[in-house]
């Protein structure tokens, strides 16, 4: 076990609530539960925080830590690499070993199709380049004119403008007037949601043909791509139906519209492929990666780049303007390494294939009679729970997200993690999770909806 640092509880919460600006928080609303909770330590699958509660981490932190916590290995890596060589850039014709070598290993990975990478530091700023990329890709072939990038609604690209803008959460674009021109929303494949009368499959053709309209509606010589995640994660788990992501194939490659396939979540073997394109059998030009590429150990996401479009930048000739202070910094790009290593060497995306991902979806079927439960839903390592007033109607309970809120509470109580997105919950482990990990969530998952349902009154 690591030393934990005898901290003073009360001076940290009290520098927090003074001092701490939280992501996605209601400052006052947090204040008024008692602060946030300050977590100290991670090892496997659990967090402790500093009253020394174990916790089951049932969200791999924010979907990325893929291989768990606690690996000193990367630890000493990042120290032996800070001593050797802490930062250099990779502008102006110089490189770092270890951004060179991460890039030739990632693309060992990728489709065959890809062959290089280009580095950033975030998801959000991945989607920045792959912007950017498919806007220049388009001029750089003598059409300058496809700009529009279309996207749907309740995707997750990003917290960025660019990322905000492509994602279509109304919150964020409610609350920051993103208005950068050129991004246009359409319906997101959500059957459980929007589906109605139609089977899965008619409404993963009708959803998927909505892009089409789009192009049509602006114009294919105005669009450059199409960006869409292999499943929407932060939107609340949302896997299309199976015909959705072939006929997205086929309108990009008839109205020559790039794909930009978003794997920040969905890659490093979440759904037990090494990549969601592969699970949904998706065929894209651009793809994004940010968060199990190094587990979260350290900041560190790649833009997929193929051939398609890296040779329209070679032979243009011209720079491509772009890049960041730390693109390819040298300490998360040894520890992205390991960290790819380290799924490879353990097996972890064949186990979630083989076992633990074929086991979460059983024990998962276990809750769908459960009588707040509309759908249960799950690929590989990754599920959702949809909270229902109406099983036949698929219908929220009044004042939606409440009962996402109160149901998330019953898990915060139990000391393990599961996310509510409004009303439904979701839960994304580390690839590590063993059975009993999978069983401790799934059983505390249904008493935490009992209890849910006897506060809405249900039971
Ligand atoms: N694309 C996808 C598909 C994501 O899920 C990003 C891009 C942006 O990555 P960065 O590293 O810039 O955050 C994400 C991030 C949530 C939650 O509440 C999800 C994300 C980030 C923060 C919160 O589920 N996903």
Excluded at 431 to 458: N, S
Aim: charged share 25%; proline share 4%; aromatic share 8%.
């Amino acid at each position: 076990m690591n030393k934990i640092r005898n901290y003073d509880k009360a001076a940290i919460k009290k520098a927090d609530s003074d001092h701490h600006f939280h992501p996605f928080t209601d400052s006052k609303g947090l204040d008024n539960d008692g602060g946030a909770r300050v977590i100290v330590r991670g090892e496997g699958c659990y967090l402790y925080d500093i009253d020394g509660e174990k916790i089951l981490d049932g969200m791999a932190g924010l979907w990325c830590t893929n291989i768990g916590y606690g690996r000193d290995e990367l630890a000493d890596l990042a120290a032996e690499q800070m001593k050797e060589l802490a930062y250099y850039n990779t502008f102006f014709k110089t490189t770092t070993a270890p951004a060179a070598l991460l890039a030739e290993k990632l693309c060992s990975l990728l489709p065959d199709n890809f062959n290089h990478v280009f580095f950033s530091n975030s998801g959000s700023e991945a989607n920045d380049t792959n912007l950017r990329l498919a806007r220049t890709y388009w001029q750089h072939v003598g059409k300058p004119s496809k700009k529009i990038i279309i996207s749907r609604t309740n995707a997750y690209h990003g917290s960025t403008v660019a990322g905000a803008s492509l994602g279509g959460m109304s919150g964020m674009h409610k609350q920051a007037g993103l208005e950068i021109g050129g991004i246009e929303h359409v319906m997101q494949p959500y059957w459980w949601g929007e589906g109605g009368d139609m089977s899965e499959d008619e409404f993963g053709l009708h959803a998927a043909k909505e892009v089409e309209k789009k192009i049509l509606e602006v114009g294919a010589d105005n669009v450059a791509a199409f960006i869409g995640e292999p499943f929407q994660g932060a939107g609340g788990v949302i896997i299309p139906p199976k015909t959705y992501w072939p006929e997205i194939n086929r309108i990009c490659k008839e109205h020559d519209i790039l794909l930009i396939c978003d794997e920040v979540i969905a890659g490093f073997g979440r759904t037990g492929n090494w990549f969601g394109l592969e699970t949904f059998g998706i065929e894209p030009d651009l793809m994004t990666m940010a968060k199990g590429l190094s587990s979260g150990y350290l900041p560190i996401s790649a833009t997929g780049v193929s051939d398609r479009v890296w040779e329209a930048f070679y032979k243009a000739g011209d720079d491509f303007n772009h890049g960041y202070t730390y693109s390819g910094h040298p300490v998360a790009s040894v520890v992205a390494m390991r960290n790819l290593e380290i799924i490879e060497e353990e097996g972890l995306v064949e186990k979630v294939k083989n076992e633990t991902g074929p086991y979460l979806a059983k024990r998962l079927e276990e809750l769908k009679d459960h009588p707040i439960v509309g759908e249960v839903r799950s690929v590989g390592l990754v599920c959702a729970i949809e909270l229902t007033n109406d099983k036949e109607a698929r219908t929220r309970f009044p004042n939606e997200g409440r009962a996402g809120t109160v149901c998330r509470d019953h898990f915060f109580k139990r000391n393990v993690i599961m996310r509510a997105c409004g009303d439904v919950m979701v839960a994304s482990p580390p690839l590590i999770a063993t059975k009993e990990e999978i069983d401790l969530l799934i059983d505390t998952a249904r008493e935490c909806l009992d209890a849910t349902a006897k506060d809405l009154g249900v039971m």
